[in-house]
């Protein structure tokens, strides 16, 4: 099946770079063939419109048929035959459920450093799952085709929690990622992997949009080691027309994973034109030191025109430059630049002696200096989750074959 999606300003060669270094899923391409056939059987899995469902953890019964969900910030009162502003939770029978329960449209091993994650077990691999469902409807989504739309129009795969660790295990993946589309909206999905994973000994990231409610964050930061999130801009206003959202609970999940002693990285997608003011990019960074500490890394990531916001060109990297400059200059001490592999602000750098610690280009490592958690020049303590011992050999990662989804 072809898409035209990415024809609208990119050409077919920087199509496949977004999809290198942006962290597009293409949910649609062929997946691992190993992992569809570890795969629980089921007779419609691997079909369009798969679904299987759980009863939701967080909502209330109003009476009737009536509920309310409380799971993120929107609230929505449901009634029978309605389905909520994130596409994947409906009431029946008075009892709300999650229809994107152990049926995931997107399967993939990624190189940790994708999600982005660059201070959490470098030169590792992560087990990335995602169903359909967001609750936000962002104009610039790159991965629209499954957040933007409900499961019984996604190819999904019936693939239960206790699969997913097992498969992660299989194909030594010491982490499980939770990402691409919303993982908040199969919460309950996201929950029951990452309690098996605990147990199992493999570790759980949750790459977020951050709009989530605090019961429900605290208690999925038990089983939670890193996260990064998404801070789309630094105004209400960008996120009430970019984004349909609001700023404050994404600001409140920041300080709550922190609190709860989650490692924390935050991505900004610098989109031209809409958040890329330098003195918003200053306070931001104001409020990521003062909330959060000076230690908390902050990625910068290009844009690329796709989805409702094709009409734009993709971000200058002397924009990106010029962010990660006003980011250090108020305090932050790591800094990085994504999406455009070969420059210095992809590497990691002391803040105590100012040498290079982790050189990059892509997600490849080139040099890593960082020690048991330590600058191996000076002893400073660097920020983050790292192995005990050196990566001696990465991670095989069975390759997609992009080029047979475009056709």
Known sequence: MKRDFYRS?????????VCAFSGIALASAPLIVDILKAAVSSPRSGEKGFISKKEAMFYKALGGETIQCHLCPRGCTLSEGMRGFCRAREPHEGKHYSM?????????????????????????????IATAGCNLRCKYCQNWQISQFPPEETVNYDLPPEAVVDLAIKYDCPTIAY?????????????????????RGVKNIYHSNGYLNPEPLKELCKYLDGANVDLKGFTEKFYGEICGASLEPVLNTLKTLKEQGVHVEITNLVVPTYNDDMEKVKEMSLWICENLGREVPLHFSKFYPLYKLRNLSPTPVETLEKAREVALNVGLEYVYIGNVPGRPGENTYCPGDGKLLIHRRGYEILENNVVRGRCKFCGRPITGVWPEEKVKKKTEIPSLKVSEYLG
């Open 9 to 17: 300003k990119l050409s077919r060669r920087e199509f496949f770079k």
């Open 100 to 128: 994107v329960y152990g049926n995931p449209c997107a399967i993939h091993i990624d190189p940790i450093e994708k999600k982005p994650l660059f201070h959490f077990l470098p030169q590792t691999s992560a087990f990335s």
């Open 179 to 199: 990402t691409y589309s919303e993982p908040s909206i199969f919460y309950e999905y996201m929950h029951d992997t990452a309690v098996i994973a605990r147990e």
